[in-house]
Protein backbone atom coordinates (compact mmCIF):
# COMPACT_ATOMS: atom_id res chain seq x y z
CA UNK A 1 0.00 0.00 0.00
CA UNK A 2 1.05 3.15 -0.92
CA UNK A 3 1.05 6.86 1.02
CA UNK A 4 -1.53 8.04 -2.09
CA UNK A 5 -3.68 5.25 -1.31
CA UNK A 6 -4.94 6.75 2.02
CA UNK A 7 -3.66 10.56 1.46
CA UNK A 8 -5.48 12.80 -1.32
CA UNK A 9 -4.49 16.18 -1.67
CA UNK A 10 -6.70 19.07 -2.34
CA UNK A 11 -5.20 20.47 -5.82
CA UNK A 12 -7.72 22.84 -6.44
CA UNK A 13 -5.80 24.23 -3.16
CA UNK A 14 -2.14 24.22 -4.84
CA UNK A 15 -2.82 27.33 -6.22
CA UNK A 16 0.34 27.15 -8.41
CA UNK A 17 2.54 26.06 -5.89
CA UNK A 18 2.89 29.03 -4.13
CA UNK A 19 0.66 32.27 -3.29
CA UNK A 20 1.39 35.48 -4.27
CA UNK A 21 0.14 38.97 -2.50
CA UNK A 22 -0.31 40.44 -6.03
CA UNK A 23 -3.12 38.57 -6.55
CA UNK A 24 -4.66 40.85 -4.33
CA UNK A 25 -4.95 43.39 -6.99
CA UNK A 26 -4.12 41.47 -10.18
CA UNK A 27 -6.21 38.26 -9.72
CA UNK A 28 -9.38 38.97 -7.55
CA UNK A 29 -11.44 35.54 -7.93
CA UNK A 30 -7.88 33.82 -7.56
CA UNK A 31 -6.97 35.44 -4.17
CA UNK A 32 -10.85 35.48 -2.52
CA UNK A 33 -10.27 31.25 -3.14
CA UNK A 34 -6.52 31.86 -1.78
CA UNK A 35 -7.82 33.56 1.35
CA UNK A 36 -10.56 30.38 1.91
CA UNK A 37 -7.64 28.16 1.60
CA UNK A 38 -5.72 29.34 4.27
CA UNK A 39 -5.27 27.24 7.22
CA UNK A 40 -4.80 28.97 10.82
CA UNK A 41 -3.17 27.89 14.09
CA UNK A 42 -3.49 28.97 17.44
CA UNK A 43 -1.60 29.56 20.35
CA UNK A 44 -1.67 25.78 21.68
CA UNK A 45 -0.92 24.23 18.31
CA UNK A 46 2.83 25.38 16.88
CA UNK A 47 6.03 24.86 15.53
CA UNK A 48 7.80 27.03 18.61
CA UNK A 49 10.60 24.25 18.49
CA UNK A 50 11.52 25.59 15.32
CA UNK A 51 12.61 29.09 15.93
CA UNK A 52 16.57 28.30 15.44
CA UNK A 53 15.84 26.69 12.14
CA UNK A 54 13.64 30.19 10.76
CA UNK A 55 16.98 32.31 11.66
CA UNK A 56 14.93 33.68 14.85
CA UNK A 57 16.76 34.07 18.08
CA UNK A 58 14.93 31.82 20.94
CA UNK A 59 14.53 34.75 23.14
CA UNK A 60 11.30 35.90 20.80
CA UNK A 61 8.08 34.52 21.72
CA UNK A 62 6.70 33.03 18.19
CA UNK A 63 3.15 34.52 17.99
CA UNK A 64 0.56 32.29 15.53
CA UNK A 65 -1.41 33.14 12.78
CA UNK A 66 -4.57 33.29 14.53
CA UNK A 67 -3.31 35.65 16.93
CA UNK A 68 -1.55 37.87 14.65
CA UNK A 69 -4.99 38.71 13.18
CA UNK A 70 -6.39 39.63 16.14
CA UNK A 71 -3.56 41.63 17.38
CA UNK A 72 -3.72 43.63 14.00
CA UNK A 73 -7.41 44.31 14.59
CA UNK A 74 -7.11 45.67 17.91
CA UNK A 75 -4.21 48.10 16.87
CA UNK A 76 -6.42 49.07 14.08
CA UNK A 77 -9.30 49.56 16.92
CA UNK A 78 -6.76 51.76 19.01
CA UNK A 79 -5.86 53.95 16.64
CA UNK A 80 -9.70 55.09 15.29
CA UNK A 81 -9.55 55.77 19.14
CA UNK A 82 -6.96 57.76 19.16
CA UNK A 83 -4.45 55.90 21.33
CA UNK A 84 -0.90 56.02 20.88
CA UNK A 85 0.19 53.24 18.59
CA UNK A 86 3.07 52.08 16.80
CA UNK A 87 1.81 51.55 13.15
CA UNK A 88 4.97 49.48 11.97
CA UNK A 89 4.99 45.93 12.34
CA UNK A 90 7.10 43.25 10.88
CA UNK A 91 6.26 39.89 10.38
CA UNK A 92 9.22 37.63 10.68
CA UNK A 93 9.55 33.61 9.22
CA UNK A 94 11.50 31.65 7.25
CA UNK A 95 11.91 30.43 3.73
CA UNK A 96 7.70 28.57 3.36
CA UNK A 97 6.13 29.13 6.45
CA UNK A 98 2.95 30.83 4.60
CA UNK A 99 3.83 34.51 4.88
CA UNK A 100 2.58 35.32 1.75
CA UNK A 101 -0.36 33.13 2.29
CA UNK A 102 -1.50 34.88 5.39
CA UNK A 103 -0.72 38.46 4.10
CA UNK A 104 -3.06 37.66 1.01
CA UNK A 105 -5.48 36.29 4.00
CA UNK A 106 -5.16 39.83 5.98
CA UNK A 107 -5.60 41.64 2.80
CA UNK A 108 -9.03 40.10 1.74
CA UNK A 109 -10.50 40.13 5.69
CA UNK A 110 -9.36 43.61 5.74
CA UNK A 111 -10.63 44.66 2.38
CA UNK A 112 -13.98 42.70 2.42
CA UNK A 113 -15.01 42.53 6.21
CA UNK A 114 -18.81 42.26 5.82
CA UNK A 115 -18.35 39.74 2.53
CA UNK A 116 -19.09 35.77 2.97
CA UNK A 117 -15.40 35.28 2.35
CA UNK A 118 -14.82 37.33 5.40
CA UNK A 119 -16.51 34.68 7.25
CA UNK A 120 -15.46 31.86 5.98
CA UNK A 121 -11.62 33.24 7.25
CA UNK A 122 -13.01 34.18 10.72
CA UNK A 123 -14.44 30.37 10.91
CA UNK A 124 -11.09 29.25 9.81
CA UNK A 125 -9.70 31.27 12.84
CA UNK A 126 -12.28 30.10 15.40
CA UNK A 127 -11.31 26.03 14.05
CA UNK A 128 -7.31 27.05 15.41
CA UNK A 129 -8.88 28.76 18.63
CA UNK A 130 -12.72 29.71 19.31
CA UNK A 131 -12.02 32.24 21.50
CA UNK A 132 -9.55 34.08 19.23
CA UNK A 133 -12.18 33.38 16.43
CA UNK A 134 -14.87 35.20 18.99
CA UNK A 135 -12.74 38.07 19.57
CA UNK A 136 -11.86 38.53 15.56
CA UNK A 137 -15.71 38.23 14.80
CA UNK A 138 -16.38 41.30 17.62
CA UNK A 139 -13.84 43.17 16.18
CA UNK A 140 -14.36 43.62 12.09
CA UNK A 141 -18.39 44.13 12.98
CA UNK A 142 -16.66 47.51 14.42
CA UNK A 143 -15.16 47.69 11.02
CA UNK A 144 -17.85 50.24 9.26
CA UNK A 145 -16.50 50.85 6.01
CA UNK A 146 -13.80 48.26 4.63
CA UNK A 147 -9.62 49.31 4.74
CA UNK A 148 -7.99 50.74 1.73
CA UNK A 149 -5.47 47.47 1.47
CA UNK A 150 -2.28 48.64 -0.33
CA UNK A 151 -0.12 45.49 -1.01
CA UNK A 152 3.33 45.89 -2.33
CA UNK A 153 5.23 42.48 -2.97
CA UNK A 154 8.94 43.46 -3.46
CA UNK A 155 9.94 40.37 -5.46
CA UNK A 156 8.51 42.18 -7.96
CA UNK A 157 12.05 44.56 -7.82
CA UNK A 158 9.82 48.01 -8.15
CA UNK A 159 10.36 51.48 -8.00
CA UNK A 160 8.26 51.64 -5.01
CA UNK A 161 6.67 55.44 -5.10
CA UNK A 162 5.12 54.08 -8.83
CA UNK A 163 3.93 50.78 -7.48
CA UNK A 164 2.35 52.24 -4.58
CA UNK A 165 0.50 55.03 -6.81
CA UNK A 166 -0.78 51.91 -9.17
CA UNK A 167 -1.89 49.96 -5.47
CA UNK A 168 -3.88 52.91 -5.20
CA UNK A 169 -5.50 53.36 -8.30
CA UNK A 170 -6.26 50.09 -8.73
CA UNK A 171 -7.63 49.63 -5.32
CA UNK A 172 -10.11 52.87 -6.52
CA UNK A 173 -10.86 51.65 -8.99
CA UNK A 174 -12.09 48.23 -7.60
CA UNK A 175 -14.37 49.96 -4.79
CA UNK A 176 -15.66 52.68 -7.89
CA UNK A 177 -14.24 55.97 -5.91
CA UNK A 178 -13.56 58.98 -7.45
CA UNK A 179 -9.41 59.12 -7.74
CA UNK A 180 -9.32 63.12 -8.28
CA UNK A 181 -7.95 64.18 -5.38
CA UNK A 182 -4.54 61.89 -5.81
CA UNK A 183 -5.14 62.96 -9.63
CA UNK A 184 -4.47 66.48 -8.21
CA UNK A 185 -1.15 65.69 -6.48
CA UNK A 186 0.35 65.01 -9.96
CA UNK A 187 -1.11 67.58 -12.27
CA UNK A 188 2.33 67.08 -14.87
CA UNK A 189 -0.09 63.72 -15.61
CA UNK A 190 -3.21 65.61 -16.72
CA UNK A 191 -0.90 68.16 -18.78
CA UNK A 192 0.28 65.24 -20.51
CA UNK A 193 -3.46 63.63 -21.51
CA UNK A 194 -4.42 67.02 -22.77
CA UNK A 195 -1.12 67.46 -25.10
CA UNK A 196 -2.02 63.65 -25.94
CA UNK A 197 -5.64 64.30 -27.18
CA UNK A 198 -4.68 67.81 -29.15
CA UNK A 199 -1.54 66.08 -31.11
CA UNK A 200 -1.97 62.85 -31.36
CA UNK A 201 -3.62 62.84 -34.83
CA UNK A 202 -1.16 65.78 -35.82
CA UNK A 203 2.10 64.04 -34.34
CA UNK A 204 1.17 60.68 -35.53
CA UNK A 205 4.45 59.78 -36.60
CA UNK A 206 6.02 60.61 -33.40
CA UNK A 207 3.45 58.90 -31.43
CA UNK A 208 4.08 55.54 -34.02
CA UNK A 209 7.75 56.02 -32.93
CA UNK A 210 7.64 56.55 -29.53
CA UNK A 211 4.56 54.49 -28.39
CA UNK A 212 4.17 52.11 -31.27
CA UNK A 213 0.76 50.24 -31.90
CA UNK A 214 -0.80 52.80 -28.80
CA UNK A 215 -4.00 54.53 -29.52
CA UNK A 216 -5.26 57.27 -27.82
CA UNK A 217 -7.28 56.05 -25.50
CA UNK A 218 -4.78 53.82 -24.00
CA UNK A 219 -2.28 56.22 -23.49
CA UNK A 220 -4.79 58.58 -21.94
CA UNK A 221 -6.36 55.52 -20.27
CA UNK A 222 -2.61 55.00 -18.82
CA UNK A 223 -1.86 58.49 -18.28
CA UNK A 224 -4.87 58.32 -15.88
CA UNK A 225 -3.48 55.74 -13.77
CA UNK A 226 -0.21 57.90 -13.69
CA UNK A 227 2.02 55.07 -15.87
CA UNK A 228 5.37 56.48 -15.24
CA UNK A 229 6.68 54.58 -18.40
CA UNK A 230 3.95 56.32 -20.78
CA UNK A 231 4.29 59.20 -19.58
CA UNK A 232 7.93 59.21 -20.14
CA UNK A 233 7.34 58.75 -23.68
CA UNK A 234 4.80 61.01 -23.95
CA UNK A 235 7.39 63.66 -22.24
CA UNK A 236 9.62 63.33 -24.59
CA UNK A 237 7.07 63.91 -27.63
CA UNK A 238 5.60 67.27 -26.20
CA UNK A 239 9.57 68.42 -25.21
CA UNK A 240 10.38 68.19 -29.42
CA UNK A 241 7.37 70.16 -29.70
CA UNK A 242 7.68 73.01 -27.01
CA UNK A 243 11.47 72.72 -26.45
CA UNK A 244 10.94 71.50 -22.97
CA UNK A 245 9.58 68.67 -20.46
CA UNK A 246 6.08 68.93 -19.03
CA UNK A 247 6.40 71.56 -16.20
CA UNK A 248 6.26 69.51 -12.76
CA UNK A 249 4.38 71.22 -10.25
CA UNK A 250 1.98 69.68 -7.10
CA UNK A 251 2.98 67.33 -4.38
CA UNK A 252 3.36 64.07 -5.82
CA UNK A 253 5.27 62.19 -2.99
CA UNK A 254 4.59 59.26 -1.06
CA UNK A 255 4.08 60.93 1.81
CA UNK A 256 1.41 63.63 0.55
CA UNK A 257 -0.08 60.45 -1.24
CA UNK A 258 -0.32 59.08 2.13
CA UNK A 259 -1.92 62.31 3.76
CA UNK A 260 -4.31 62.26 0.92
CA UNK A 261 -5.58 59.23 1.07
CA UNK A 262 -5.91 59.40 4.73
CA UNK A 263 -7.53 62.94 4.77
CA UNK A 264 -9.88 62.61 2.22
CA UNK A 265 -10.43 59.15 1.77
CA UNK A 266 -10.80 57.80 5.33
CA UNK A 267 -12.86 59.08 8.05
CA UNK A 268 -16.64 60.14 8.33
CA UNK A 269 -16.96 61.26 4.84
CA UNK A 270 -14.27 59.03 3.14
CA UNK A 271 -15.25 55.28 1.62
CA UNK A 272 -12.38 53.78 3.92
CA UNK A 273 -11.80 52.97 8.00
CA UNK A 274 -8.11 53.16 7.27
CA UNK A 275 -5.38 52.73 5.01
CA UNK A 276 -3.13 49.41 5.41
CA UNK A 277 -0.35 48.98 3.77
CA UNK A 278 1.26 45.33 3.10
CA UNK A 279 5.05 44.56 1.85
CA UNK A 280 5.30 41.17 1.31
CA UNK A 281 9.12 40.27 0.84
CA UNK A 282 10.62 43.61 2.69
CA UNK A 283 13.78 42.38 3.01
CA UNK A 284 14.37 41.27 -0.78
CA UNK A 285 13.03 45.02 -1.75
CA UNK A 286 15.98 46.34 0.81
CA UNK A 287 18.67 44.26 -1.15
CA UNK A 288 17.37 45.75 -4.46
CA UNK A 289 16.86 48.99 -2.98
CA UNK A 290 20.61 48.82 -1.62
CA UNK A 291 22.02 47.71 -5.10
CA UNK A 292 20.09 50.06 -7.70
CA UNK A 293 18.99 52.76 -5.63
CA UNK A 294 17.39 54.89 -8.37
CA UNK A 295 15.51 51.95 -9.97
CA UNK A 296 13.80 51.39 -6.68
CA UNK A 297 12.91 54.70 -6.02
CA UNK A 298 14.50 54.67 -2.31
CA UNK A 299 13.52 57.92 -1.75
CA UNK A 300 9.99 56.90 -1.53
CA UNK A 301 10.76 54.31 1.35
CA UNK A 302 11.50 57.74 4.45
CA UNK A 303 8.45 59.04 2.17
CA UNK A 304 5.96 56.61 3.09
CA UNK A 305 7.63 56.55 7.12
CA UNK A 306 6.91 59.97 7.26
CA UNK A 307 3.66 59.75 5.94
CA UNK A 308 2.74 56.72 7.96
CA UNK A 309 4.07 57.92 11.68
CA UNK A 310 2.00 61.74 10.60
CA UNK A 311 -1.55 59.82 9.88
CA UNK A 312 -1.01 56.85 12.93
CA UNK A 313 -4.21 56.87 13.91
CA UNK A 314 -5.16 55.88 10.61
CA UNK A 315 -2.63 53.57 8.84
CA UNK A 316 -0.56 50.12 9.32
CA UNK A 317 2.14 49.64 7.81
CA UNK A 318 3.10 45.91 8.34
CA UNK A 319 6.38 44.06 6.23
CA UNK A 320 6.97 40.54 6.12
CA UNK A 321 10.74 39.12 5.83
CA UNK A 322 12.62 36.01 6.26
CA UNK A 323 14.87 36.89 8.39
CA UNK A 324 15.83 39.09 11.52
CA UNK A 325 17.15 42.49 9.67
CA UNK A 326 20.76 42.08 10.56
CA UNK A 327 21.38 38.89 8.87
CA UNK A 328 20.36 41.27 5.41
CA UNK A 329 23.71 43.36 6.54
CA UNK A 330 25.67 40.25 6.67
CA UNK A 331 24.97 39.46 2.77
CA UNK A 332 26.40 42.65 1.18
CA UNK A 333 29.51 44.54 0.39
CA UNK A 334 30.87 47.26 2.08
CA UNK A 335 29.16 50.02 -0.20
CA UNK A 336 26.01 48.28 -0.15
CA UNK A 337 26.11 47.47 2.68
CA UNK A 338 25.69 51.68 4.17
CA UNK A 339 23.21 51.97 1.54
CA UNK A 340 21.23 48.79 3.28
CA UNK A 341 22.26 50.08 6.69
CA UNK A 342 19.89 53.33 6.25
CA UNK A 343 17.15 51.48 5.50
CA UNK A 344 17.14 48.83 7.87
CA UNK A 345 17.26 51.09 10.93
CA UNK A 346 14.42 53.20 10.31
CA UNK A 347 12.23 49.41 11.10
CA UNK A 348 14.63 49.28 14.35
CA UNK A 349 10.85 50.91 16.18
CA UNK A 350 8.52 48.51 14.65
CA UNK A 351 6.90 46.03 16.02
CA UNK A 352 8.05 42.28 15.67
CA UNK A 353 5.94 39.21 15.26
CA UNK A 354 7.91 36.56 15.09
CA UNK A 355 5.54 33.90 13.21
CA UNK A 356 4.88 30.07 14.25
CA UNK A 357 4.19 27.63 11.61
CA UNK A 358 2.23 24.58 11.11
CA UNK A 359 2.48 21.45 9.35
CA UNK A 360 -0.96 22.14 7.06
CA UNK A 361 0.82 25.64 6.41
CA UNK A 362 4.09 23.91 5.11
CA UNK A 363 2.08 21.38 3.16
Known amino acids: MKISDLVQFHEERFFEGAVQLRWVQERETQAEQAAQAFVFHGPRYH ?3 DAVKDGIETSYRLKDSASLVRDL ?4 HRGWRGEEQNPYSLVVAGYGSGKSHLALTCAILLGQPHHPVAQQIIAHISQADSAIGQDVQQLIAGFAKPALV ?3 DGMAGFHLGNALIQAVF ?3 RRYHVDAGAIRDLSPRFQTAEQFVERNFAIRADQFNQYLPHWTIAAICTALQNN ?3 VYAEVDAIYNKANGSPIPVTGLESAQELINTL ?5 GANGAFSSVVILFDELGRYLEYAAEKPQLAGDAALQQIFQGVQDNSNKVRLIGF ?3 ELKAYLKRFSTADLRQLQRYITRFD ?5 YLSTNLETLF
Open 73 to 76: LKSI
Open 47 to 49: GAN
Open 262 to 266: CDVYC
Open 150 to 152: LAL
Open 170 to 172: TQL
Open 349 to 353: AAEKW
Open 227 to 229: DEA
Open 321 to 323: IQY
